[in-house]
């Protein structure tokens, strides 16, 4: 997948070399965008649960699905209503502990968006 994601570490990841110290999402284009961890927060108070909002907003046309690094513990997870979301428009959701998810989108084939929570 392009782009491509060296590494991350607790608090940090680094993708085309570029180092970011916030959780990102890799939209479709390939572009490298903050998060807007607002978007859940103002629902459940905290970023480790994804809302509606927020996978809505990560969500484009087309996606064959949506790789989520849920934290370097794996901490994160998707609500109820983000996981009917995508399960409704038919993209396809890899949730992993983000190290696995950076793994996965280095090899992904096709479509796919990615958001990468960077601590927990």
């Known amino acids: 997948m392009y782009p491509v994601i060296n590494n991350s570490s607790f608090g940090s990841i680094t993708v085309e070399e570029v180092f970011y110290n916030h959780d990102i999402i890799i939209t479709l284009e390939g572009k490298v965008k903050k998060r807007k961890k607002k978007l859940s927060k ?7 649960t994804i809302s509606l909002d927020e996978a809505d907003y990560v969500y484009q046309e087309g996606l064959d699905g949506i790789i989520i ?7 994160a997870e998707l609500s109820q ?27 992904a084939k096709g479509k796919w968006a990615g958001l990468f929570h960077i601590t927990c």
């Open 42 to 48: 103002a629902v459940y108070g905290t970023s480790h």
């Open 69 to 75: 690094g849920s934290g370097q513990y794996g901490v």
């Open 81 to 107: 209503e983000a996981t009917g979301f995508f399960r409704q428009k038919n993209c396809k959701v890899k949730l992993l502990p983000t190290p696995e998810a950076i793994q996965e989108w280095n090899m």
